[in-house]
Protein backbone atom coordinates (compact mmCIF):
# COMPACT_ATOMS: atom_id res chain seq x y z
CA UNK A 1 0.00 0.00 0.00
CA UNK A 2 1.39 3.58 -0.78
CA UNK A 3 -0.68 6.28 1.77
CA UNK A 4 0.91 10.41 1.08
CA UNK A 5 0.57 12.72 3.84
CA UNK A 6 0.15 16.26 3.23
CA UNK A 7 1.26 18.18 6.64
CA UNK A 8 4.08 15.66 7.32
CA UNK A 9 5.74 17.75 9.68
CA UNK A 10 3.11 19.00 11.79
CA UNK A 11 1.03 18.05 15.00
CA UNK A 12 -0.86 15.83 13.88
CA UNK A 13 0.98 14.23 10.93
CA UNK A 14 4.55 14.20 12.50
CA UNK A 15 2.79 11.45 14.70
CA UNK A 16 0.88 9.94 12.13
CA UNK A 17 4.02 9.22 10.01
CA UNK A 18 5.86 7.71 13.12
CA UNK A 19 2.58 5.48 13.93
CA UNK A 20 3.02 4.35 10.29
CA UNK A 21 6.15 3.87 9.75
CA UNK A 22 6.03 1.69 13.36
CA UNK A 23 3.01 -0.37 12.27
CA UNK A 24 4.77 -1.44 9.02
CA UNK A 25 1.37 -0.67 6.97
CA UNK A 26 2.84 0.90 3.56
CA UNK A 27 5.30 2.88 2.08
CA UNK A 28 4.85 6.19 2.82
CA UNK A 29 5.22 10.14 0.83
CA UNK A 30 5.52 13.43 2.54
CA UNK A 31 4.71 16.66 1.68
CA UNK A 32 4.99 19.68 3.41
CA UNK A 33 5.59 23.44 3.45
CA UNK A 34 7.94 23.40 6.03
CA UNK A 35 10.18 21.10 3.80
CA UNK A 36 9.62 23.28 0.99
CA UNK A 37 7.16 21.35 -0.76
CA UNK A 38 4.04 23.76 -1.60
CA UNK A 39 0.83 21.74 -1.95
CA UNK A 40 -0.03 23.66 -4.67
CA UNK A 41 2.69 22.67 -7.08
CA UNK A 42 4.41 19.93 -5.39
CA UNK A 43 4.67 16.98 -7.97
CA UNK A 44 1.75 14.28 -6.33
CA UNK A 45 3.00 10.67 -6.11
CA UNK A 46 0.70 7.72 -7.12
CA UNK A 47 -0.81 6.32 -4.31
CA UNK A 48 -3.71 4.45 -2.20
CA UNK A 49 -4.48 6.79 0.25
CA UNK A 50 -4.12 10.08 1.01
CA UNK A 51 -3.97 11.76 4.46
CA UNK A 52 -4.63 15.06 4.17
CA UNK A 53 -3.57 17.28 7.40
CA UNK A 54 -2.13 19.67 5.53
CA UNK A 55 -4.18 23.25 6.97
CA UNK A 56 -3.92 26.70 8.16
CA UNK A 57 -5.79 25.64 11.29
CA UNK A 58 -6.32 28.56 13.40
CA UNK A 59 -9.28 31.23 14.04
CA UNK A 60 -7.11 33.98 14.54
CA UNK A 61 -4.78 33.88 11.73
CA UNK A 62 -7.53 32.97 9.70
CA UNK A 63 -9.51 36.57 10.46
CA UNK A 64 -5.79 38.09 10.34
CA UNK A 65 -4.81 36.97 6.95
CA UNK A 66 -7.66 35.15 5.33
CA UNK A 67 -6.63 34.84 1.67
CA UNK A 68 -3.68 32.60 3.19
CA UNK A 69 -6.12 30.42 4.98
CA UNK A 70 -8.72 30.00 1.75
CA UNK A 71 -4.93 29.30 -0.27
CA UNK A 72 -4.26 26.17 1.96
CA UNK A 73 -7.67 24.76 3.07
CA UNK A 74 -9.25 25.28 -0.10
CA UNK A 75 -7.05 25.64 -2.99
CA UNK A 76 -5.29 22.19 -1.96
CA UNK A 77 -8.01 20.34 -0.92
CA UNK A 78 -9.26 20.97 -4.62
CA UNK A 79 -6.31 20.00 -6.19
CA UNK A 80 -6.29 16.96 -4.16
CA UNK A 81 -9.56 16.28 -4.51
CA UNK A 82 -9.16 16.57 -9.02
CA UNK A 83 -5.80 14.59 -9.06
CA UNK A 84 -6.84 11.52 -7.12
CA UNK A 85 -9.93 11.13 -8.44
CA UNK A 86 -10.64 7.75 -9.15
CA UNK A 87 -7.44 6.92 -8.35
CA UNK A 88 -7.39 7.00 -4.29
CA UNK A 89 -9.26 7.37 -0.95
CA UNK A 90 -8.37 10.71 0.42
CA UNK A 91 -9.29 10.85 4.24
CA UNK A 92 -9.37 14.51 5.36
CA UNK A 93 -8.96 15.89 8.74
CA UNK A 94 -11.44 18.86 9.19
CA UNK A 95 -12.71 20.70 12.51
CA UNK A 96 -15.82 20.96 14.44
CA UNK A 97 -15.86 24.78 13.79
CA UNK A 98 -16.51 24.12 9.81
CA UNK A 99 -19.96 23.13 11.76
CA UNK A 100 -21.39 26.35 12.38
CA UNK A 101 -18.52 28.86 10.80
CA UNK A 102 -17.72 31.81 13.15
CA UNK A 103 -14.34 32.52 11.44
CA UNK A 104 -12.73 32.25 8.35
CA UNK A 105 -11.06 29.06 9.14
CA UNK A 106 -13.92 27.33 9.90
CA UNK A 107 -15.37 28.55 6.87
CA UNK A 108 -12.59 27.14 4.94
CA UNK A 109 -12.63 24.01 6.20
CA UNK A 110 -16.42 23.23 5.40
CA UNK A 111 -15.86 24.84 1.80
CA UNK A 112 -13.06 22.18 1.46
CA UNK A 113 -15.69 19.41 3.05
CA UNK A 114 -18.25 20.31 0.79
CA UNK A 115 -15.55 20.33 -2.51
CA UNK A 116 -14.69 16.62 -1.23
CA UNK A 117 -18.18 15.62 -1.43
CA UNK A 118 -18.67 17.00 -4.77
CA UNK A 119 -15.76 15.65 -6.85
CA UNK A 120 -13.95 13.36 -5.26
CA UNK A 121 -16.25 10.21 -4.26
CA UNK A 122 -14.17 8.50 -2.08
CA UNK A 123 -13.48 10.44 0.71
CA UNK A 124 -13.52 9.96 4.85
CA UNK A 125 -13.96 13.06 6.53
CA UNK A 126 -12.98 13.07 9.89
CA UNK A 127 -13.88 16.39 11.98
CA UNK A 128 -11.90 16.62 15.21
CA UNK A 129 -12.25 18.25 18.16
CA UNK A 130 -9.81 20.33 20.48
CA UNK A 131 -6.88 18.00 20.36
CA UNK A 132 -4.39 18.35 23.03
CA UNK A 133 -1.34 16.50 24.19
CA UNK A 134 2.92 17.61 23.22
CA UNK A 135 1.71 20.65 22.05
CA UNK A 136 2.81 24.04 21.02
CA UNK A 137 -0.15 25.93 21.76
CA UNK A 138 -3.97 25.56 22.22
CA UNK A 139 -5.66 25.31 25.70
CA UNK A 140 -4.47 22.66 27.37
CA UNK A 141 -1.02 22.49 26.71
CA UNK A 142 -0.38 26.08 27.25
CA UNK A 143 -2.36 25.63 30.42
CA UNK A 144 0.16 22.80 31.65
CA UNK A 145 3.10 24.66 30.39
CA UNK A 146 2.28 28.13 31.42
CA UNK A 147 3.05 29.84 35.12
CA UNK A 148 0.01 31.52 35.17
CA UNK A 149 -2.62 30.42 32.56
CA UNK A 150 -4.37 32.93 30.27
CA UNK A 151 -8.42 32.46 30.00
CA UNK A 152 -9.98 34.17 27.22
CA UNK A 153 -13.66 35.50 28.44
CA UNK A 154 -14.89 33.77 32.10
CA UNK A 155 -13.82 30.48 31.05
CA UNK A 156 -17.08 29.13 30.59
CA UNK A 157 -16.64 28.79 27.03
CA UNK A 158 -16.93 24.45 26.45
CA UNK A 159 -14.97 22.23 24.52
CA UNK A 160 -14.37 18.73 23.80
CA UNK A 161 -11.19 17.76 24.40
CA UNK A 162 -9.25 14.80 22.93
CA UNK A 163 -5.59 13.06 23.06
CA UNK A 164 -3.71 13.53 19.96
CA UNK A 165 -2.95 10.19 20.71
CA UNK A 166 -6.49 8.98 20.49
CA UNK A 167 -6.82 10.88 17.08
CA UNK A 168 -3.80 8.88 15.52
CA UNK A 169 -5.53 5.72 16.28
CA UNK A 170 -9.24 6.84 15.00
CA UNK A 171 -7.29 7.70 11.62
CA UNK A 172 -5.39 4.91 11.31
CA UNK A 173 -8.62 2.96 11.70
CA UNK A 174 -10.17 5.61 8.99
CA UNK A 175 -8.48 3.70 6.22
CA UNK A 176 -11.09 0.98 6.36
CA UNK A 177 -13.73 3.11 7.04
CA UNK A 178 -16.77 3.93 4.45
CA UNK A 179 -16.36 6.97 2.71
CA UNK A 180 -18.63 9.39 4.49
CA UNK A 181 -18.56 11.93 6.92
CA UNK A 182 -17.62 11.21 10.37
CA UNK A 183 -17.24 13.24 14.07
CA UNK A 184 -14.10 11.90 15.98
CA UNK A 185 -15.56 13.65 19.28
CA UNK A 186 -16.23 12.40 22.90
CA UNK A 187 -19.62 13.86 22.94
CA UNK A 188 -18.21 15.68 26.84
CA UNK A 189 -17.81 19.00 27.21
CA UNK A 190 -15.74 20.20 29.43
CA UNK A 191 -15.36 24.15 30.13
CA UNK A 192 -12.03 26.30 30.20
CA UNK A 193 -12.06 26.92 33.21
CA UNK A 194 -12.25 23.25 34.64
CA UNK A 195 -9.15 22.87 32.39
CA UNK A 196 -7.23 26.02 33.97
CA UNK A 197 -8.25 24.93 37.46
CA UNK A 198 -6.94 21.26 37.28
CA UNK A 199 -3.50 22.55 36.84
CA UNK A 200 -4.04 24.21 40.48
CA UNK A 201 -2.59 27.81 39.30
CA UNK A 202 -3.81 31.11 39.56
CA UNK A 203 -5.85 32.00 36.55
CA UNK A 204 -5.69 35.01 34.67
CA UNK A 205 -8.26 36.21 32.56
CA UNK A 206 -8.50 38.53 29.40
CA UNK A 207 -11.15 39.50 26.97
CA UNK A 208 -12.80 37.01 24.56
CA UNK A 209 -11.47 37.10 20.97
CA UNK A 210 -13.65 37.20 18.30
CA UNK A 211 -14.07 34.13 15.93
CA UNK A 212 -13.77 31.86 19.16
CA UNK A 213 -16.75 29.17 19.13
CA UNK A 214 -17.84 29.55 23.11
CA UNK A 215 -19.49 25.80 22.91
CA UNK A 216 -17.70 23.53 20.74
CA UNK A 217 -18.85 19.29 21.51
CA UNK A 218 -18.36 16.94 18.83
CA UNK A 219 -20.12 13.46 19.15
CA UNK A 220 -18.50 9.87 18.22
CA UNK A 221 -20.49 8.37 14.75
CA UNK A 222 -17.32 6.43 14.19
CA UNK A 223 -17.52 2.52 13.49
CA UNK A 224 -14.84 1.05 15.83
CA UNK A 225 -13.21 4.30 17.41
CA UNK A 226 -13.78 5.86 21.01
CA UNK A 227 -11.21 8.10 22.94
CA UNK A 228 -9.75 6.56 25.95
CA UNK A 229 -7.41 9.35 27.66
CA UNK A 230 -9.32 11.62 29.89
CA UNK A 231 -8.58 15.48 29.72
CA UNK A 232 -9.15 16.25 33.49
CA UNK A 233 -6.69 13.28 34.55
CA UNK A 234 -4.30 13.70 32.01
CA UNK A 235 -3.42 17.06 33.25
CA UNK A 236 -3.50 16.31 36.80
CA UNK A 237 -1.23 13.59 36.38
CA UNK A 238 1.47 16.61 34.21
CA UNK A 239 0.89 18.64 37.29
CA UNK A 240 1.24 16.97 40.05
CA UNK A 241 -2.72 18.45 41.15
Given at each position: ???????????I???????????????????????????????????D????????????????????????N?????R??????G???????????????E?????S????????K?I???????????I??????G????????????????????R??????????G?I?????????????????????E?????G???????????????A??Q?????W????????????????
Open positions: MKILITGSEGYGSRLKKKIQDLGIGELFLIDLKKGNDLMTAKLPDVIVFHLSAQSGAIPSIENPIWDARTILTTILAEHYKKAKIIYTTSGGAKDPSPYGLKKVGEEYLMHNNTVICRLSSYGGKDRVVDNFIRDEVPTVFGDGSAVDFVHVDDIIELKAMDWEAVEYEMGSGIGTSVKIADATKQIQYLPVRKGEKQEILNTTPNKPEIEVLFYIKSLTNK
